[in-house]
């Protein structure tokens, strides 16, 4: 079984703000972490402007770091109020 990187277990869907590191210009320079792609080793991310991405796991742990929890929560508000909504909606008990 592959060691699964510390950096991973602590992504969390539509939570996490990942911030870019290096001076790669292909690559978003905030992101929301959606969500992992069984099977392959690739991440969903979706862009400030609402574009979802995908890339291999090794470029999301080489080129980003997790945003702070203040900070994580500054960024959704601002560029992924709609993800905040999903994020809720199965936690909902439904209505009798």
Do not use: C
């Not at 277990?9 to 539509?14: G, M, T, V, Y």
């Not at 969500?35 to 890339?55: I, S």
Request: no cysteine; charged share 35%; proline share 5%.
């Amino acid at each position: 079984m592959p060691i699964r990187s510390q950096f991973f277990e602590r992504l969390h869907p539509r939570r996490s703000v990942l911030q870019r590191t290096r001076r790669r210009e292909e690559l978003p320079e905030i992101a929301l972490y959606v969500d992992w792609v069984p099977g392959t080793g690739q991440r969903k991310l979706l862009d400030a402007e609402g574009k979802e991405h995908v890339f291999d796991d090794g470029t999301v742990e080489s080129n980003y770091k997790l945003a702070s929890g203040g900070t994580a929560k500054k960024l959704i508000a601002k560029h992924w109020a709609k993800e905040e909504a999903k994020k809720e909606a199965p936690f909902k008990k439904a209505e009798s």
